[in-house]
């Protein structure tokens, strides 16, 4: 499964973007579907993430109530919308996929599908 991730750009504080995920395979529709981010010189960690039919989805605390992530099975696509972005949500973005995981995961090691990534800078 080879996943395409855009929707990055550059943003004022207090905007918003949306962010996609494309896959390429059908079996994406199956699974369940991370967020991460990856902020300079930091480890990669875990934004958000829905189940494969979009019943469920998990946050990180610091994106709750701002992020949502949301998917189009029909269009084997995952959205993340967000909003009111902070310069600490700096970050490249990165979709991931499951394999043979139905429900949300915040552990990286549970997807072996990843996007190239998406590059989201928010200006103080």
């Known amino acids: 499964v080879q996943l395409q991730a855009c929707g990055g750009g550059l943003v004022q504080a207090g905007g918003s973007l949306r962010l996609s995920c494309v896959a390429s395979?059908?079996?994406?529709?199956?699974?369940?579907v991370g967020w991460f981010r990856q902020a300079p010189g930091k480890e990669r960690v875990f934004v958000a993430s829905?189940?494969?039919?979009?019943?469920?989805?998990t946050y990180a605390d610091s994106v709750k109530g701002r992020f949502t992530i949301s998917r189009d099975n029909a269009k084997n696509t995952v959205y993340l919308q967000m909003n009111s972005l902070k310069p600490e949500d700096t970050a490249v973005y990165y979709c991931a996929g499951a394999a043979d995981i139905r429900v949300p995961s915040r552990a990286a090691s549970e997807y072996p599908y990843w996007g190239q990534g998406t590059q989201v800078t928010v200006s103080s």
């Open positions: 395979r059908r079996t994406f529709s199956n699974n369940a």
């Open positions: 829905i189940s494969w039919n979009g019943g469920v989805t």
